[in-house]
């Protein structure tokens, strides 16, 4: 079993950066691969971006290539999204989950266990 917290979502201005955190707690962190995926008002969640369980795959939605990076600490149980240039089409509720499985999945079903979530606001 795996709890995670999001954090560090808020209110940005078009352009602006900001670092989500997810914390997990539970065992063998190290093990899961680690996803962010993000739920636009009126629309379905979709795949942000996901991490290998060593960190050495990394996949990324197009949308956001070039300005997102996720990275994680297996020490510190947490994997980071950091997010820059952000635009008013990021606007979202970001998730993090995790998945018990080789490689960086992107596919939602593929998850096993999800955070509560947290508001980014991006304004124009």
């Known amino acids: 079993q795996v709890q995670l917290v999001e954090s560090g979502g808020g209110l940005v201005q078009a352009g602006g950066s900001l670092r989500l955190s997810c914390a997990a707690s539970g065992r063998a962190f190290s093990s899961y691969a680690m996803g962010w995926f993000r739920q636009a008002p009126g629309k379905e969640r979709e795949f942000v971006v996901s991490?290998?369980?060593?960190?050495?795959?990394?996949y990324y939605a197009d949308s956001v290539k070039g300005r997102f990076t996720i990275s994680r600490d297996n020490g510190k149980n947490t994997v980071y999204l950091q997010m820059n240039s952000l635009k008013p089409e990021d606007t979202a509720v970001y998730y993090c989950?995790?998945?018990?499985?080789?490689?960086?999945?992107?596919?939602?079903?593929?998850?096993?266990?999800w955070g509560q979530g947290t508001l980014v606001t991006v304004s124009s």
């Open positions: 991490i290998s369980s060593s960190g050495g795959i990394r």
């Open positions: 989950a995790a998945a018990p499985r080789r490689g960086a999945p992107w596919g939602q079903n593929e998850y096993d266990y």
